[in-house]
């Protein structure tokens, strides 16, 4: 035993003087004073204690960081829905919004001009490599016939193709087949205005015609199908030559017909 002690005299004398510092400190704080071992005793015992204690606080830091970045994620991730939900009803009232107006500027079109009119919806559209037309919700039972103006707000988008019950093709004013009666509303000039698919040619204008890019042409009422003063095409290129009596007029719809969805058919 004596030898045991011995070999291991470093551990017990450790082991001596730390239970004598803790003896001393029970003993000071018994009687409700401090003496002179107070400073070592509480600096070894504050030692073994910052020791034991630190991995639990570390652990617990750990722990606490990681649920809040959790938390910080579903609640990152409840918000990004929030707003992608806003973004939607942001959008589909825009639509709306923009949808009202359309059928305002329609309405209030229908009621400045007199002649009757069937306010349609366009449901198709064909722009293949020889015709240019598209299809309204409104047909022969709605009172539409063939050869009836259809036009918009901003101006003549064709006529009336063909009437069915509850649908009818109309062709437009690109369309290879199409003709109206038009003139040039600064000066008067007349011509006929002519699809050519991807634009209007404006036929039968004599070389001396005074006719400029920029022109705004419109119906003259001439054909029998439109009422005149209606919008229909800008002046885009003029070419002469020496050669022919009549000029080359090159013009674009004023209606971008890939962006008609509501149409008025002008009832006769």
């Not at 630190?54 to 652990?59: K, L, Q, T």
């Not at 923009?98 to 305002?104: D, G, K, S």
């Not at 009818?168 to 009666?181: E, M, R, Y």
């Not at 015609?209 to 002046?235: F, M, N």
Request: contains cysteine; hydrophobic residues 45%; aromatic residues 8%.
């Amino acid at each position: 035993m004596l030898g045991f002690i011995a070999k291991h005299k470093k551990f017990f004398s450790l082991l001596l003087l730390f239970a004598l510092l803790f003896w001393l400190l029970t003993v000071q704080v018994k009687s409700g004073r401090f003496l002179f071992m107070e400073r070592p005793v509480l600096a070894v015992s504050g030692l073994i204690e910052r020791i034991i204690v630190a991995p639990f606080h570390f652990v617990e830091y750990v722990i606490n960081g990681y649920l809040f970045l959790v938390h910080t994620e579903k609640e990152n991730g409840r918000l990004k829905e929030e707003v992608d939900r806003l973004k939607i009803e942001n959008a589909v009232s825009n639509e709306l919004i923009i949808e009202n107006q359309r059928l305002r500027e329609l309405l209030g079109f229908r009621t400045l001009h007199p002649p009757a009119s069937v306010m349609a919806q366009v449901i198709g559209k064909d722009s293949s490599l020889s015709s240019r037309t598209l299809t309204i919700n409104k047909g022969s039972t709605d009172g539409i016939e063939k050869d009836m103006a259809v036009i918009t707000p901003s101006g003549v988008i064709g006529r009336i193709q063909t009437a069915i019950p509850g649908t009818a093709k109309v062709i437009l004013l690109s369309d290879p087949g199409s003709t109206i009666a038009v003139r040039v509303q600064r000066n008067r000039e007349e011509g006929l205005l002519e699809g050519k698919l991807d634009h209007c040619a404006l036929k039968y204008v004599s070389y001396y015609a005074d006719i400029q890019e920029g022109d705004l042409l419109v119906t003259s009422g001439l054909d029998g199908i439109y009422p005149k003063g209606i919008p229909v095409a800008t002046v885009v290129k003029v070419t002469k030559h020496e050669a022919t009596a009549f000029q080359h007029v090159v013009a674009h719809p004023v209606v971008r017909f890939s962006r008609v969805e509501e149409a008025l058919v002008l009832l006769k």
